[in-house]
């Protein structure tokens, strides 16, 4: 199986025309790389103009209803519509703007029930980490993301990123022993639910770079990486994906 790697754009670039080119190259890039998947995670306005060029695409972000009065919201129906495959749901930054628990495991559910593949990302603060609470805040957002519908939907493909708060956009990466332990916690903690999921991808995400991702890519339960700031620097980048597809998922 192939490593999945998502590059986060996040708000960025400034222009479509740039969005376009960086997710091309780095998908031309990836046509010579047998044991790559590359996802470009891009501002709902430059999605369509990726998915014209044929590559796979993640929104960032999306709203818990198909249709209706939501001024200013983007539906995962019309995303699905549009060719997306994937959709990032609850992301720190967006947690950070109030996105609460309840409100990530409706949008989840809604991913889902649309036939886009939710990238689910969880992670504890530097507080919770130094209080002894990650596991205790992991499986709290797992729970209220997945718990409350689990009967309601079957069969649906998940990605999971454990991204630490503290290593997201700060240059402090996770020890990889630690993060392919708290794979192990997800994978249990998920277990616990018996959840319909059909295909579960454990990815880890925060401060991720070509000199530290080969050190969660020998990790066997470690199946890809959520790439924010590397994304946007070309060679960085395309180093990255060249790692990653020395070690596919066993
Ligand atoms: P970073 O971001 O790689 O810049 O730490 C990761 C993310 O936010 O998904």
Redesign the pocket.
């Known amino acids: 199986m192939k490593k999945l790697v998502i590059a986060?754009f996040?708000m960025n670039p400034a222009t479509a025309d740039e969005a376009s080119d960086l997710a091309q190259f780095y998908s031309g890039k990836v046509k010579g790389l047998e044991n790559v998947e590359f996802v470009a995670a891009l501002p709902f306005i430059f999605l369509s103009d990726v998915l014209k060029k044929g590559i796979a695409a993640a929104a960032q972000n999306c709203f818990h209803k198909d249709v209706g009065a939501y001024t200013g919201e983007v539906s995962p129906l019309a995303l699905k519509n549009l060719g997306v495959q994937y959709v990032i749901i609850g992301?720190s930054?967006r947690r950070r703007m109030g996105e609460t628990d309840e409100i990530i495991g409706k949008k989840l559910q809604a991913a889902a029930r649309n036939g886009l593949i939710p990238i689910l990302?969880v992670g504890e603060t530097q507080e919770e980490k130094e209080a002894g609470q990650k596991e205790a805040v992991l499986e709290w957002q797992i729970s209220q993301a997945l718990g409350n519908w689990k009967l309601e939907i079957r069969n649906f493909q998940l990605v999971i990123?454990y991204?630490p708060v503290w290593?997201?956009?700060?240059g402090l990466v996770c020890d990889p022993d630690e993060a392919s332990k708290t794979m192990e916690f997800i994978e249990e903690t998920i277990g616990n639910w018996k959840l319909g999921i059909r295909n579960l991808t454990l990815i880890y995400?925060?401060?991720?770079d070509a000199n530290n991702i080969k050190g969660f890519l020998v990790k066997q339960n470690i199946s890809g990486a959520?790439?924010?700031?590397?994304s946007l620097k070309k060679d960085e980048f395309v180093k990255i994906l060249e790692i990653a597809n020395f070690y596919p998922v066993k």
């Open positions: 986060n996040k992301h930054e990302c990123a991204e290593a997201i956009g700060t995400g925060g401060s991720v959520l790439v924010g700031g590397a």
